[in-house]
């Protein structure tokens, strides 16, 4: 499954990859270069998330609150204990 980032998030760690500073790229996007380090933080927890943590933080589309917490997944996808 493709975790889905934001054309925001995409542009900040392709930046970062270039080893722009925080500062260099919040000039450029017109935010502060806290709130760039805040973004890359967000998209690379996203890039980590395995898709049974996502269902569990509520982050896959169409799946309900709690669905996983309840049991409520197909097995398939049910990790073993």
């Known amino acids: ?5 934001t054309p925001r998030e995409e542009i900040i760690l392709s930046k970062r990859q270039e080893r722009r500073t925080f500062a260099e790229i919040g000039q450029e996007l017109g935010i502060s270069g806290e709130r760039v380090r ?5 998209a ?3 890039l980590r998330l395995r898709p049974n943590q996502m269902i569990e ?3 896959i589309r169409g799946s309900k609150s709690g669905e996983a917490r309840n049991g409520n997944i197909c ?3 049910a990790r073993s204990v």
Do not use: V
Not at 1 to 5: A, D, F, I, R
């Open 75 to 77: 097995k398939t996808h």
């Open 38 to 42: 805040q973004f890359e933080a967000r």
């Open 57 to 59: 933080k509520g982050q």
């Open 1 to 5: 499954m493709k975790t889905k980032l």
């Open 44 to 46: 690379l927890e996203k």
